[in-house]
């Protein structure tokens, strides 16, 4: 299998706030930093947390920091901003433009 001709289009976008609905941090809500679009990962602000240790450089001390690993977007839920619940996302033009939408209440993201 080679490269994947194009990325998908995700539900998720920087900024946003999601709830994980699947994993060890299932309930958890944070905000997206950084998407990777082509492997469909999302990083999460407080989410999937790893210990990484890092050599000391003329830099950085070095030592053991905390990070955030990506996880799959499949496992995140775009929260309503309506009832603060996680919602499925739906698109529609409007004036031109494509916008996305809170299935659950209807409200613009």
Request: hydrophobic letters at 30%.
């Amino acid at each position: 299998m080679g490269k994947k001709r194009f990325a998908p289009k995700l539900s998720v976008k920087k900024g946003d706030t999601v709830i994980v609905i699947a994993g060890d941090y299932k309930g958890t809500k944070g905000e997206v930093k950084e998407l990777q679009a082509a492997k469909s990962r999302a990083i999460v602000e407080g989410v999937n947390i790893r210990k990484k240790h890092t050599k000391p450089t003329q830099d950085s001390p070095g030592g053991i920091n905390e990070i955030n690993a990506p996880i799959h977007v499949s496992n995140l839920m775009v929260v309503d901003p309506k009832s603060g619940d996680g919602t499925r996302i739906g698109r529609k033009t409007i004036d031109g433009k494509s916008v996305r939408y809170s299935k659950k209440s209807g409200e613009l993201i």
